[in-house]
């Protein structure tokens, strides 16, 4: 059975910091990009940041960059999201994906992910 779970959601306030994690069990994990996306209330799902199988390659949207860091351990089959110097419009629930491959400069495409969590939400406070 195929499960990705997030934890690590919470309230901050705005210049604060979270740490998400992602596990994945029922996969071959080492064989897969994983990606982090997040969605608002009336907004589109967003890609945030996506790492490569071996983690040698890593992507970011730009209103994370330089903020976000995305990582992963593949023999923990682990995927964390450090979340830094947070601001309000960090807002909406976090969703971690796993997919085949980054697909290069579409890794930000949520219909290349072919297995999805559940989420977890982060608010961020003015």
């Known amino acids: 059975q195929v499960q990705l779970v997030e934890s690590g959601g919470g309230s901050v306030q705005a210049g604060g910091s979270l740490r998400l994690s992602c596990t994945v069990s029922?996969?071959?994990?080492?064989?897969?990009?994983m990606g982090w996306f997040r969605q608002a209330p009336g907004k589109e799902r967003e890609g945030v940041s996506c790492?490569?199988?071996?983690?040698?390659?890593?992507y970011y949207s730009d209103s994370v960059k330089g903020r976000f860091t995305i990582s992963r351990d593949n023999a923990k089959n682990t995927l964390d999201l450090q979340m830094n110097s947070l601001k309000p419009g960090d807002t909406a629930m976090y969703y971690c994906?796993?997919?085949?491959?980054?697909?290069?400069?579409?890794?930000?495409?949520?219909?290349?992910?072919?297995?999805w969590g559940q989420g977890t939400q982060v608010t961020v406070s003015s």
């Open positions: 994906a796993a997919a085949p491959s980054t697909f290069g400069g579409a890794w930000s495409e949520a219909r290349f992910y072919n297995y």
């Open positions: 790492i490569s199988w071996n983690g040698g390659s890593t």
């Open positions: 029922g996969l071959t994990f080492a064989n897969l990009a």
